[in-house]
Protein backbone atom coordinates (compact mmCIF):
# COMPACT_ATOMS: atom_id res chain seq x y z
CA UNK A 1 0.00 0.00 0.00
CA UNK A 2 1.30 3.57 -0.46
CA UNK A 3 1.33 6.17 2.02
CA UNK A 4 -0.50 9.38 0.63
CA UNK A 5 1.99 11.36 2.08
CA UNK A 6 4.56 9.98 -0.06
CA UNK A 7 3.18 12.20 -2.62
CA UNK A 8 3.22 15.49 -0.65
CA UNK A 9 6.31 17.80 -1.17
CA UNK A 10 7.47 18.43 2.05
CA UNK A 11 7.02 21.93 3.64
CA UNK A 12 8.04 23.60 6.91
CA UNK A 13 5.16 25.26 6.77
CA UNK A 14 2.88 22.28 7.15
CA UNK A 15 2.91 21.43 11.21
CA UNK A 16 3.42 17.68 10.80
CA UNK A 17 5.93 17.58 8.27
CA UNK A 18 9.41 16.47 9.09
CA UNK A 19 10.83 19.53 7.72
CA UNK A 20 9.20 21.15 10.11
CA UNK A 21 10.54 18.78 12.91
CA UNK A 22 13.95 19.64 11.69
CA UNK A 23 13.89 23.22 10.92
CA UNK A 24 12.85 23.11 14.72
CA UNK A 25 16.10 20.87 15.73
CA UNK A 26 18.35 23.08 13.37
CA UNK A 27 17.15 26.49 14.26
CA UNK A 28 16.23 25.73 17.97
CA UNK A 29 17.29 27.58 21.00
CA UNK A 30 20.81 25.46 20.86
CA UNK A 31 20.51 23.36 17.54
CA UNK A 32 21.95 26.00 15.26
CA UNK A 33 24.56 27.65 17.80
CA UNK A 34 25.78 23.64 18.15
CA UNK A 35 25.92 23.13 14.44
CA UNK A 36 27.76 26.45 14.01
CA UNK A 37 29.79 25.88 16.40
CA UNK A 38 30.98 21.71 14.73
CA UNK A 39 31.41 24.09 12.03
CA UNK A 40 34.53 25.06 12.92
CA UNK A 41 35.62 21.24 13.39
CA UNK A 42 35.26 18.62 16.54
CA UNK A 43 34.61 19.27 19.89
CA UNK A 44 34.11 17.29 23.22
CA UNK A 45 31.13 17.77 24.71
CA UNK A 46 31.99 20.25 27.59
CA UNK A 47 34.73 22.20 25.04
CA UNK A 48 31.64 22.62 23.28
CA UNK A 49 29.41 23.79 26.19
CA UNK A 50 32.03 26.16 26.72
CA UNK A 51 31.44 27.38 23.24
CA UNK A 52 27.86 27.52 23.36
CA UNK A 53 27.85 30.17 26.12
CA UNK A 54 25.01 29.78 28.43
CA UNK A 55 24.07 26.11 27.57
CA UNK A 56 23.37 23.89 30.37
CA UNK A 57 24.51 20.43 30.15
CA UNK A 58 20.92 18.67 30.11
CA UNK A 59 20.08 20.94 27.20
CA UNK A 60 23.43 20.42 25.65
CA UNK A 61 23.12 17.16 25.57
CA UNK A 62 19.02 16.80 24.15
CA UNK A 63 20.27 19.15 21.63
CA UNK A 64 23.45 17.01 20.13
CA UNK A 65 21.13 14.15 20.56
CA UNK A 66 18.41 15.58 18.73
CA UNK A 67 20.70 16.64 16.09
CA UNK A 68 22.56 13.29 16.23
CA UNK A 69 18.61 11.35 15.29
CA UNK A 70 18.12 13.45 12.58
CA UNK A 71 21.89 12.52 10.68
CA UNK A 72 23.39 15.94 11.32
CA UNK A 73 26.01 15.29 13.89
CA UNK A 74 27.60 12.41 14.49
CA UNK A 75 28.86 11.23 18.19
CA UNK A 76 32.01 9.10 18.64
CA UNK A 77 32.88 6.99 21.49
CA UNK A 78 36.68 6.74 21.39
CA UNK A 79 38.48 3.70 23.01
CA UNK A 80 40.46 5.12 25.50
CA UNK A 81 40.56 5.25 28.99
CA UNK A 82 38.89 6.97 30.30
CA UNK A 83 36.76 7.15 26.94
CA UNK A 84 36.67 10.51 25.04
CA UNK A 85 33.63 11.47 23.26
CA UNK A 86 33.72 13.26 20.47
CA UNK A 87 31.13 15.19 17.87
CA UNK A 88 31.81 15.95 14.65
CA UNK A 89 29.25 17.28 11.71
CA UNK A 90 27.82 14.77 9.04
CA UNK A 91 28.26 15.64 5.16
CA UNK A 92 24.66 16.78 5.45
CA UNK A 93 25.54 18.58 9.11
CA UNK A 94 28.11 20.12 7.08
CA UNK A 95 25.75 21.64 4.51
CA UNK A 96 23.62 23.04 7.25
CA UNK A 97 26.30 24.08 9.03
CA UNK A 98 27.30 26.11 6.54
CA UNK A 99 23.53 28.28 5.46
CA UNK A 100 23.66 28.85 9.06
CA UNK A 101 27.09 30.55 9.11
CA UNK A 102 25.68 32.19 6.40
CA UNK A 103 22.93 33.93 8.21
CA UNK A 104 25.04 34.30 11.28
CA UNK A 105 27.39 36.18 9.81
CA UNK A 106 24.89 38.07 8.24
CA UNK A 107 23.15 39.19 11.67
CA UNK A 108 26.74 39.65 13.61
CA UNK A 109 27.59 41.73 10.99
CA UNK A 110 24.01 43.71 11.05
CA UNK A 111 23.77 44.01 14.75
CA UNK A 112 23.99 47.95 14.50
CA UNK A 113 21.28 48.43 12.89
CA UNK A 114 19.29 45.97 14.58
CA UNK A 115 19.97 47.42 17.57
CA UNK A 116 19.01 51.25 15.95
CA UNK A 117 15.72 49.52 15.31
CA UNK A 118 15.23 48.43 18.45
CA UNK A 119 16.05 51.75 20.25
CA UNK A 120 13.71 53.46 17.87
CA UNK A 121 11.31 50.92 18.58
CA UNK A 122 11.41 51.43 22.58
CA UNK A 123 11.06 55.33 21.77
CA UNK A 124 7.77 54.79 19.89
CA UNK A 125 6.37 52.53 22.38
CA UNK A 126 7.20 53.09 26.13
CA UNK A 127 6.31 50.42 28.01
CA UNK A 128 3.45 51.30 30.34
CA UNK A 129 3.88 52.64 33.56
CA UNK A 130 3.03 50.07 36.71
CA UNK B 1 32.99 57.88 27.71
CA UNK B 2 32.92 55.07 25.27
CA UNK B 3 31.75 51.65 26.13
CA UNK B 4 33.76 49.15 26.20
CA UNK B 5 31.49 46.86 24.48
CA UNK B 6 31.77 48.91 21.46
CA UNK B 7 34.99 47.32 20.64
CA UNK B 8 33.88 43.59 21.18
CA UNK B 9 33.47 42.12 17.76
CA UNK B 10 29.65 40.80 17.71
CA UNK B 11 29.39 37.00 18.21
CA UNK B 12 26.11 34.97 18.30
CA UNK B 13 27.78 32.26 20.73
CA UNK B 14 28.23 35.24 23.55
CA UNK B 15 25.09 35.13 25.79
CA UNK B 16 24.82 38.23 26.09
CA UNK B 17 25.74 39.46 22.26
CA UNK B 18 22.72 41.42 20.54
CA UNK B 19 23.33 39.31 17.82
CA UNK B 20 22.44 36.26 19.84
CA UNK B 21 19.21 37.47 20.94
CA UNK B 22 18.42 38.61 17.29
CA UNK B 23 19.02 34.84 15.96
CA UNK B 24 16.97 33.39 19.02
CA UNK B 25 14.12 35.66 17.44
CA UNK B 26 15.11 34.76 13.71
CA UNK B 27 15.38 31.03 14.47
CA UNK B 28 13.08 30.82 17.03
CA UNK B 29 10.00 28.76 16.76
CA UNK B 30 8.04 30.54 14.85
CA UNK B 31 9.93 33.60 14.12
CA UNK B 32 12.09 31.57 10.82
CA UNK B 33 8.18 30.45 9.46
CA UNK B 34 7.05 33.93 9.86
CA UNK B 35 10.11 35.36 7.85
CA UNK B 36 10.19 33.26 5.64
CA UNK B 37 6.50 33.57 4.69
CA UNK B 38 7.00 37.28 4.61
CA UNK B 39 9.61 36.87 1.74
CA UNK B 40 6.44 35.70 -0.58
CA UNK B 41 4.74 38.82 -0.36
CA UNK B 42 2.72 41.44 2.30
CA UNK B 43 0.33 39.06 4.63
CA UNK B 44 -2.39 40.17 6.65
CA UNK B 45 -2.28 38.77 10.20
CA UNK B 46 -5.26 36.38 10.16
CA UNK B 47 -3.45 35.22 6.65
CA UNK B 48 0.14 34.97 7.88
CA UNK B 49 -1.32 32.46 10.78
CA UNK B 50 -3.00 30.54 8.29
CA UNK B 51 0.33 30.21 6.59
CA UNK B 52 2.13 29.42 9.34
CA UNK B 53 0.39 26.02 10.33
CA UNK B 54 -0.19 25.62 13.88
CA UNK B 55 1.03 28.85 15.48
CA UNK B 56 -1.56 30.88 18.31
CA UNK B 57 -2.88 34.20 17.76
CA UNK B 58 -0.99 35.23 20.66
CA UNK B 59 2.53 33.57 19.25
CA UNK B 60 2.20 34.86 16.43
CA UNK B 61 1.69 38.40 17.73
CA UNK B 62 4.46 38.32 20.18
CA UNK B 63 6.83 36.63 16.98
CA UNK B 64 5.85 39.56 15.01
CA UNK B 65 6.47 41.95 16.83
CA UNK B 66 9.96 41.27 18.59
CA UNK B 67 10.79 41.32 14.80
CA UNK B 68 8.95 44.54 14.19
CA UNK B 69 11.30 45.53 17.11
CA UNK B 70 14.52 44.30 15.45
CA UNK B 71 13.85 46.23 12.03
CA UNK B 72 13.24 42.85 10.49
CA UNK B 73 8.84 43.32 9.94
CA UNK B 74 7.41 46.40 9.06
CA UNK B 75 3.66 46.60 10.64
CA UNK B 76 1.46 48.90 8.80
CA UNK B 77 -1.81 49.79 9.76
CA UNK B 78 -4.08 51.08 6.50
CA UNK B 79 -6.66 54.08 7.24
CA UNK B 80 -9.68 51.86 5.93
CA UNK B 81 -12.78 50.80 7.29
CA UNK B 82 -12.18 48.49 9.12
CA UNK B 83 -8.55 49.14 9.68
CA UNK B 84 -6.22 46.80 7.60
CA UNK B 85 -2.95 45.84 9.14
CA UNK B 86 -0.68 44.63 6.85
CA UNK B 87 2.90 43.35 7.70
CA UNK B 88 5.99 43.02 4.98
CA UNK B 89 9.63 42.60 5.88
CA UNK B 90 12.48 45.85 5.42
CA UNK B 91 15.30 45.64 3.74
CA UNK B 92 17.41 43.90 6.06
CA UNK B 93 14.06 41.43 7.27
CA UNK B 94 14.20 40.42 3.25
CA UNK B 95 18.19 39.44 3.43
CA UNK B 96 17.84 37.85 6.85
CA UNK B 97 14.56 35.91 4.65
CA UNK B 98 16.52 35.05 1.81
CA UNK B 99 19.35 33.20 3.93
CA UNK B 100 16.16 31.27 5.83
CA UNK B 101 14.69 30.05 2.71
CA UNK B 102 18.00 28.44 1.72
CA UNK B 103 18.38 26.55 4.56
CA UNK B 104 14.68 25.83 4.80
CA UNK B 105 14.74 24.86 0.49
CA UNK B 106 18.18 22.29 2.09
CA UNK B 107 16.14 20.98 5.02
CA UNK B 108 12.58 20.45 2.68
CA UNK B 109 14.88 18.94 0.02
CA UNK B 110 16.88 16.37 2.14
CA UNK B 111 13.57 15.11 4.42
CA UNK B 112 13.91 11.65 3.07
CA UNK B 113 17.56 11.42 4.19
CA UNK B 114 16.91 12.95 7.89
CA UNK B 115 13.81 10.78 7.92
CA UNK B 116 16.39 7.49 7.21
CA UNK B 117 18.36 8.62 9.63
CA UNK B 118 15.92 8.91 12.78
CA UNK B 119 14.52 5.16 11.78
CA UNK B 120 18.36 3.91 12.24
CA UNK B 121 18.90 5.87 15.05
CA UNK B 122 15.74 4.33 16.73
CA UNK B 123 16.57 1.34 15.25
CA UNK B 124 19.87 1.30 17.42
CA UNK B 125 18.67 2.96 20.36
CA UNK B 126 15.26 1.39 21.49
CA UNK B 127 12.95 3.27 23.84
CA UNK B 128 13.56 1.53 27.65
CA UNK B 129 10.96 -0.58 28.52
CA UNK B 130 8.54 1.02 31.13
Not at 33 to 57: C, M, P, Q, T, Y
Not at 99 to 113: F, H, P, S, Y
Request: glycine residues 6%.
Amino acid sequence: MTDPADDLIPSVFARDCTSRGVMNNVTGRWGGLALAALHDGAFRFNALRRRVDGVSEKMLAQTLQALERDGLVHREVQATIPPRVEYTLTPLGARVAAKLIELIELLEGEVDQVQSAREEYDREHPAPVR
